[in-house]
């Protein structure tokens, strides 16, 4: 069997009894084992007999799942990438372990993060190439998906910690509309600003974990529920047909690489030779000032978190830590307030421009990956998107000169991750 089988080919060869669940774990396991050496995804994995105990019906029956080392789990430890939680094993799963749980998918082991998912790199390398990093905070997560150890990765974003390493990797990430995906469980860098999100190797695959994890519970006022996406016979997601796809002209473009330039040129020409309309558009500049805002709710918000840390334990936290929590703490609450009320307001207004377009186009990063695993790269251009909470999904696109990956990123209106999805899938078929 094939490394690389994707999670619906999966689901589909397990629920026709085409494919044992032991033996799609066995290859994931063996792979791992061959890869982990140099690769260093996962903080702890659980061993065969204890998956083989999990094993029970479901749409993800059977399924390996690499979870983000913030996310909590009974059955093995969740360290948050510090030395602080490094022997601790919560007494509860997070909203969404329980949930793949009951739906028959398999904890297959907890993946490298940094730091409280912050700048402070774990030991992960880049799949396609070691001396270069996978991007973070969601490293080994990424990089797991993009090795093929597992088909499906749970990662969090608050700045750029999806869609950064998802294409530093050569996979698909998605960050859903604020909400849409429990966070419970989680530990948090910012409440305001932090989803959960997922890796996976197709978007029909995304669609589908999506599809399956995304939040079901009215009761929460927190969360918000997706209505359920509509599948083919073999859970294929609908593209829709001549998406309307505008092409942002933003501040950031000129810390593109030439690499990353020309893909999302060639990206662009591609979806207008298959039927996509496509046009330049520049967002005004208060959307782009928003980012400041942004970076002082997450400094105030982490300063609150780490509060206990900070007064008993902050010799173990990284200068990263130490630094961020400073910074908020300079911040007064009238300044919160008024970045709070900007990204209610922003979150609002950039629905106009989706009266006109099903989705923006943008690179997910500067380029290819740095030759670097001191740094995990510069999430600047998936920032306004976490900002505002609306969904954004970046899919692979070809290789720079070095031969690492390259992607493209689109953005969806909030609450409108199934015409996201669907655009997506339209643009996969495009640049294949």
């Known amino acids: ?98 949930k793949i749980r009951s739906l028959g998918g398999i904890i297959f082991g907890k993946s490298v993060t940094t730091e409280f998912a912050w700048r402070n790199p774990g030991p992960t390398t880049n799949p396609v190439n070691a001396e270069h990093t996978p991007g973070g905070s969601s ?57 959960i999100g997922f890796f996976t190797r197709s978007v029909d695959d995304m669609a589908f974990a999506f599809n399956n994890l995304k939040n079901s519970d009215w009761s929460d006022p927190e969360l918000i529920v997706i209505a359920d996406l509509v599948f083919g016979v073999n859970r294929e997601l609908p593209m829709l047909d001549k998406p309307k796809i505008a092409l942002l002209e933003t501040p950031l473009d000129h810390m593109m690489s030439d690499d990353q330039k020309q893909a999302l040129h060639l990206a662009a020409q591609r979806l207008e030779e298959s039927g996509a309309i496509v046009q330049k558009l520049s967002l005004p500049q208060e959307y782009w ?71 923006f186009l943008m690179a997910p990063a500067s380029g290819e990956a740095p030759k670097s695993l001191v740094s995990t790269g ?29 992607g493209i990123q689109l953005i969806g209106n909030y609450r409108g991750d199934a015409k996201l999805l669907s655009v997506a899938k339209f643009s996969e078929f495009a640049l294949a």
């Open 139 to 195: 490293s080994g997560s990424a990089a797991s998906v993009g090795a093929g150890i597992v088909p499906l990765g749970l990662g969090s974003q608050t700045q750029g910690s999806i869609i950064r390493p998802a294409a530093y990797c050569g996979v698909v990430g998605y960050k859903a509309s604020y909400g849409a995906v429990s966070k419970s469980g989680a530990h948090a860098l910012s409440y305001s600003l932090d989803h």
């Open 289 to 359: 000032d928003a980012i400041q805002a942004m970076n002082l709710i997450m400094e105030a918000e982490a300063a609150e978190i780490h509060a206990d840390h900070s007064q008993h334990v902050n010799d173990l936290l990284s200068i990263h830590i130490q630094e961020l929590v400073a910074r908020g703490l300079k911040h007064s609450a009238p300044a919160y307030i008024a970045a709070k009320f900007l990204q209610k307001k922003l979150r609002t207004s950039i629905g106009t421009y989706f009266d006109k377009f099903d989705a």
């Open 1 to 98: 069997m094939k490394n690389t089988i994707g999670l619906t080919e999966a689901c589909n060869l397990i629920s026709a009894n085409r494919l044992k669940p032991m033996d799609l774990l066995q290859t994931s396991f063996d792979k791992a084992n061959e890869v982990e050496p140099v690769l260093k995804a996962f903080v702890s994995r659980a061993t065969l007999e204890s998956m083989a105990k999990q094993i029970k019906p479901g749409p993800l029956s059977g399924i390996p799942i690499a979870v983000k080392d913030i996310i909590n789990t009974v059955d093995l430890p969740t360290t948050n990438g510090s030395p602080i939680y490094k022997d601790k094993t919560p007494a509860e799963d997070a909203a969404i372990v329980q």
């Open 378 to 406: 510069d999430p600047i251009f998936c920032a306004l998107w976490s900002f505002l909470g609306i969904p954004s999904i970046t899919i692979p696109a070809g290789k720079s000169k070095n031969g690492l990956p390259l």
